[in-house]
C-alpha cells in the first residue's frame, strides 16, 4: 500500500501562482511515475501532467503547457507542480497520483490507470 499527501492549494488571484506537493510513503517501487490530475466541480478528472521515476521525462495537458511544470525529488519520494500564470478555469480539487513505470519515458496516462490517488487539494483562481 502506498499513500500520497497533497499540499500547497489554496486561493490565489488569476495571473498568480501556486506550487503543489506530494508525499508518498509506505510500499512505494523502486521505479514509479508520478502525476498530477483534477477535476472541476460537475466534470470528470483528468490528467493535467506527469514525470517519469528517473525525473529527466514529462507530459503535460495542453491546457497547462507552458505554465505549469512538474519535477520530483526522488530522495523525498516527493513530486512538485508549479503552477503559474494561473487561470479561473484552472480551478479544481488537484489529485496526486502514482504509477508503477520502469519506463524512462512517460506520457500521460488515464484516470483508471493509477495505481494510488491522494487525497486531494482545493485551488481556487479568483478572477
Known amino acids: 500500500q502506498v499513500q500520497l499527501v497533497e499540499s500547497g492549494g489554496g486561493l490565489v488571484q488569476a495571473g498568480g501562482s501556486l506550487r503543489l506537493s506530494c508525499a508518498a510513503s509506505?510500499?512505494?517501487?523502486?521505479?514509479?511515475?508520478m502525476g498530477w490530475f483534477r477535476q472541476a466541480p460537475g466534470k470528470e478528472r483528468e490528467f493535467v501532467a506527469a514525470?517519469?521515476?528517473?525525473?529527466?521525462?514529462?507530459s503535460f495537458a495542453d491546457s497547462v503547457k507552458g505554465r505549469f511544470t512538474i519535477s520530483r525529488d526522488s530522495t523525498k519520494n516527493s513530486v512538485y507542480l508549479q503552477m503559474n500564470s494561473l487561470k479561473p478555469e484552472d480551478t479544481a480539487v488537484y489529485y496526486c497520483?502514482?504509477?508503477?513505470?520502469?519506463?524512462?519515458?512517460?506520457?500521460?496516462?488515464?484516470?483508471?490507470?493509477?495505481?494510488?490517488w491522494g487525497q486531494g487539494t482545493q485551488v481556487t483562481v479568483s478572477s
Open positions: 514525470v517519469s521515476w528517473s525525473g529527466t521525462s514529462t
Open positions: 509506505g510500499r512505494t517501487s523502486s521505479r514509479y511515475s
Open positions: 497520483a502514482y504509477k508503477s513505470s520502469s519506463s524512462s519515458y512517460v506520457t500521460r496516462w488515464s484516470v483508471g490507470s493509477s495505481d494510488y
